[in-house]
């Protein structure tokens, strides 16, 4: 069974910095390309990054460019997502993606199989 556990969320003021993890299971993790995407309040899915399957190529969408860093470590089995200077439209519920299809919560050809881990930026 597939399953994908996030954490690393909270609460941080404008301009702080959070680091997310998220730990796979139920497949071979290094055979997957992987992203984070996120779900803003009242808000649909939106694919902030996406890795390739040995992290020598990534994307980040422009919204969170020069921020924001993604990275994996396929001997862990671990996804990250490095956050810098966060910004009140960055809080959202994050999700750690796998290149997949037929799920609830998909987009950019990622889906989401856990239950994100909030983050929360205000003054």
């Known amino acids: 069974e597939v399953q994908l556990v996030e954490s690393g969320g909270g609460s941080v003021q404008p301009g702080g910095s959070l680091r997310l993890s998220c730990v796979a299971s139920?497949?071979?993790?290094?055979?997957?390309?992987m992203a984070w995407v996120r779900q803003a309040p009242g808000k649909g899915l939106e694919l902030i990054a996406s890795?390739?399957?040995?992290?020598?190529?990534?994307y980040h969408t422009a919204s969170v460019k020069g921020r924001f860093t993604i990275s994996r470590d396929n001997a862990k089995n671990t996804l990250s997502l490095q956050l810098n200077n966060l910004k009140p439209p960055d809080t959202a519920i994050y999700y750690c993606?796998?290149?997949?299809?037929?799920?609830?919560?998909?987009?950019?050809?990622?889906?989401?199989w856990g239950q994100g881990t909030q983050v929360t930026v205000s003054s």
């Open positions: 890795i390739n399957t040995d992290g020598t190529s990534t």
């Open positions: 993606a796998k290149s997949d299809g037929g799920r609830p919560k998909c987009i950019g050809g990622f889906c989401a």
């Open positions: 139920g497949f071979t993790f290094s055979l997957y390309p």
